[in-house]
């Protein structure tokens, strides 16, 4: 008997593979070569806004709830990451920071004597991102709880903010371009555009046309924020009772 063709298996999760693609996956059976022209549609994609870096913050600045709720709901391939998203932000942030020299309040603390306290601030100052994802933690809590009414649980909610506060860095990169560059005291104005469009975003993606949603908004990433800090100073006064 002549051969029938051998069974294939998907490379990725090795199920059997009839067609193109893996009903299991959806990897494609054979992918093609990298070449000029994949590089090429990598390239004009990002570009074109079409997906990746430029694609996400367009949306995320034009329509922040309906791009969220797209990501969980529908497509998660065109918006980079959440976690990746806030700590690319975050470096950006950091690095225009270290290169222009521009003052900031942000995870400011005063630092005229040697605590703990004033470790874990420094610490946050130099991580940014990982700083914003733990902040992060904290206002998803209380946004979980002042929204409870819409049923997402606590990791959509941080994916959420990861959003929103990875457009916050982005906005306070570009005052602080500014501030860096001129004399003007921009990165205040930054950082009430930042608090404004956060509330604005996460608003937006629970209920567009309920202006209360606006102002839980705003208590919950102010709760977050304090209690947040509240936080690092009780850790750090515990430690400092503990080691001295
Ligand atoms: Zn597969």
Redesign the pocket.
């Known amino acids: 008997m002549e051969n029938q063709n051998p069974l294939e298996y ?1 490379k ?4 059997e ?1 009839t067609g193109n693609y ?1 009903v ?4 494609a059976k054979e992918l093609l070569r990298i070449d000029g022209r994949y590089i090429a549609k990598e390239i004009s994609g990002v570009l074109n806004f079409d997906k990746g870096i430029l694609y996400t913050i367009r949306e995320l600045l034009i329509r922040p709830g309906a791009a969220v709720r797209s990501y969980m709901a529908e497509d998660r391939s065109r918006l980079v990451k959440p976690v990746i998203f806030i700590i690319i932000s975050s470096l950006i942030y950091s690095v225009l920071r270290g290169f222009l020299h521009f003052e900031d309040g942000y995870f400011k603390y005063d630092e005229s004597n040697f605590t703990t306290v004033t470790v874990i601030f420094k610490w946050l100052q130099n991580n940014y991102g990982y700083g914003n994802l733990i902040m992060g933690v904290f206002i998803a809590f209380w946004t979980k709880l002042l929204f409870k009414k819409y049923g997402y649980n606590f990791y959509e909610i941080l994916i959420l903010l990861c959003y929103v506060m990875g457009i916050g860095m982005i906005i306070l990169a570009v005052f602080g371009i500014i501030q860096g560059l001129t004399d003007l005291k921009a990165l205040d104005y930054g950082g009430v555009l930042f608090i404004v469009y956060s509330c604005w975003a996460i608003g937006r993606f629970f209920d567009k046309k309920r202006v209360a949603n606006y102002f839980k908004a705003l208590f919950s990433y102010l709760l977050g924020i304090i209690t947040f800090a509240i936080s690092v100073l009780l850790i750090g006064y515990l430690i400092d009772l503990v080691i001295k």
């Open positions: 998907c990725k999760c090795a199920l593979i893996c299991g996956c959806g990897n």
